[in-house]
Each structure stands twice: as structure tokens, then as C-alpha cells.
């Protein structure tokens, strides 16, 4: 994953002292938000079953989706009770309300979907950009293996929702289209890097 950054083109990285002068001083709150980003990405892969039970494929991939990320989520829960906290309320995730604007509300059904897609990517894009620059900055074993290897896992995703939109796409160009929000992604994450959260 050394070249994250061609494989992801995501614009602007992370700046590694997130985790040093935020994240580590506050590794409760970090475990906190990434369980319930787990959980919203479950919920994420089920509204896509719902809005699309007829793409037999994308059901299929979307309920191992949602059997993983649940899976993440009890891992990451499991990793909280074992140092003696207790999961807090859900955090409202402002970098996923912001790129959410992005997706188009009108318009067909094939333009509503690629985009779904591509708003799914974009977050399994940068969260694995996160989980790389935590694995390889925290102060911490434990944290370091688990976030390399769920960056490996959020790769994966983000391969997958890609290969769905071209998939499904007719006449809709995904390139274009995932250029588009590279770009309003990039906008959107220069306000982010300050808080204890995966995409803070």
C-alpha cells in the first residue's frame, strides 16, 4: 500500500501529526466514532439492498459487505471493552454529511445509484487512507496491526463499490463522474484533520 495515493487518487492526504497531537490523546473517542462508522457502513450496504433488489449482484456483495463491517464493528467494540470503556453515543459524521451533497437527489435511477456507489467508494477511500496514516503513527501494537489490516479491508470496499458503478453504469462515464468528487472530496477534507474521529 505504499503508493495508496495512485491506487486511491485521493487529492490531499492526511497529515500523520493527526495522530500524534489528536488522536492519541484521546484513543476512547477514536475507538468510539470508528465503531459507529463501522455500523454506518453496514447500514449503508442494506439501504443499497433496499433501493436495489433486483441487481442480484450488488445484493450479494453488499450482504457479505454488511456481514464484515458488523463484524469490524464487534471487533472494534471487543477492543474497547477489553481497555475499560464503554461504547459512547453515536458522533454526527460532518465529513460524510458534507460529501453527501455531492450525490445527485433527482434525476433516473442509474444516476442516483452510480453515484450512491461512488459516495460509498469515496468513504471506504479515505477511511483506509486514515487507517494507514493511524497504523503507521500510533504508539500503540495493538492499534497498529488492527489498522493496518483493516486498511487492506477498506481498499478492498473501495475496489468493489468501483467496479459496481462501471458495472451498472450505462450512461453515466464513472471516471468522469469519480473525478468529479476527487475534487469535491478534496474541497470538503481541507477542513477536516482536527478531532479524534476517522474522518475529523
Known amino acids: 500500500m505504499s503508493n495508496e495515493k495512485t491506487i ?8 500523520p501529526q ?5 488522536v492519541e490523546s484521546n484513543i476512547e473517542e477514536i475507538l468510539t466514532d470508528h465503531a459507529f462508522c463501522e455500523q454506518k457502513a453496514a447500514s449503508n450496504a442494506i439501504t443499497l439492498i433496499v433501493q436495489n433488489p433486483n441487481l442480484s449482484d450488488l445484493v450479494q456483495e453488499m450482504a457479505e459487505l454488511v456481514r464484515e463491517e458488523m463484524d469490524h464493528f464487534k471487533r472494534v467494540h471487543d477492543i474497547i471493552l477489553e481497555r475499560g ?9 460532518n465529513y460524510v454529511n458534507e460529501l453527501a451533497k455531492f450525490v445527485i437527489k433527482g434525476g433516473g435511477r442509474e444516476a442516483q ?3 450512491r456507489l461512488l459516495f460509498s467508494a469515496m468513504i471506504e477511500a479515505r477511511s483506509c487512507e486514515r487507517f494507514k496514516v493511524l497504523s503507521e503513527n500510533i504508539n500503540d ?3 497498529s496491526d488492527f ?3 483493516l486498511m487492506i479491508s477498506e481498499a478492498g470496499h ?3 463499490f468501483i467496479k459496481l458503478a ?13 473525478e468529479e468528487l476527487l475534487n469535491y472530496e478534496a474541497q470538503v477534507i481541507q477542513n477536516y484533520g482536527k478531532s479524534e474521529t476517522i474522518h475529523g
Open 8 to 15: 486511491l487518487k485521493l487529492k490531499l492526504p492526511t497529515d
Open 18 to 22: 493527526w495522530v500524534k497531537n489528536v
Open 85 to 93: 470503556y464503554v461504547l459512547g453515543r453515536e458522533r454526527k459524521d
Open 113 to 115: 445509484l452510480i453515484d
Open 141 to 143: 501494537p495493538q492499534l
Open 147 to 149: 489498522y493496518h489490516e
Open 158 to 160: 473501495y475496489a468493489m
Open 166 to 178: 462501471k458495472k451498472y453504469a450505462e450512461t453515466i462515464d464513472v471516471d468522469t463522474r469519480w
